[in-house]
């Protein structure tokens, strides 16, 4: 039998306007993007204190968990309940958590925006991960998924200043879009809603705004996605985790431009797509 966990439906305003000075000293109002701290307690041990937008706490929370590797399935979870009035997420598991302590004790400070942090052993489980050799993504098909982004409504348009990714079917339908503080809380809001949802990433396609890390593709191959996207670029433990992983990676995904860093076998050039060079 599967158990799907109780989840609140916390909402809080993204958004807050706020009063200031252009560059003749005239008065403007401008919207600015909320940010709060949410603090996890996992059957009511403190766990971490996440710095985040509030967009899909819940997500998140389930996102964190499954990628931290501290559960192993979503119905190990009774419940999650966040409450913004306390600035916390209360996650009630159905068995508890094995050696809890030993695998929290040893923690990593990442280069994610508000700074984020894995648990030490996640770097052990890379080599155990394989990611499909049949997914295949078309250069058509990375266009559709830079133009869904570009036109998108979003926190970004609005305020600036957050991050966003998005998971795209094999297609380039849009599957999931969360923005946050941190790129590496979207990345888990959304591995949140896969878990949630029963989502394989096995031919998906994941897209960021951030420059991808070695955490972000660590991430993205717990989920099993065979195709990073940035609109930015990556870091050089970033595009090493993805060529021992075998992952596709792309950086610089703006316009009709994008630069092809791994797994290019993968991936399959479009020639007449491409736009004349004078």
Known sequence: MTFHPFLSNARAPLTQAIQGSDERGRSVSINIPAERALTVYLDKRELVTLMTLGAAPEALVLGYLRNQRLLRSVDDISSIQVDWEVESAAVTTRNGVDRIEERTSK???TTGCGQGSVFGGLMDEVDAIVLSV???LMQSTLYKIV???R???SIYKQAGSVHGCALFSAVGELIYFVEDIGRH???DAIAGKMWLDDVDGGDKIFYTTGRLTS???IKGAQMGI???LSRSGTTQMGHSVALQLGMTLLARCTGRHFLLLSGADRFIFEPHLLVPID
């Open 226 to 228: 065979p195709f990073l």
């Open 215 to 217: 955490e972000m593709v």
């Open 107 to 109: 923690r990593v400070v």
């Open 134 to 136: 049949d997914a295949r």
């Open 185 to 187: 809380n979207a990345v």
């Open 147 to 149: 133009e869904t982004i």
């Open 151 to 153: 036109s998108s409504q």
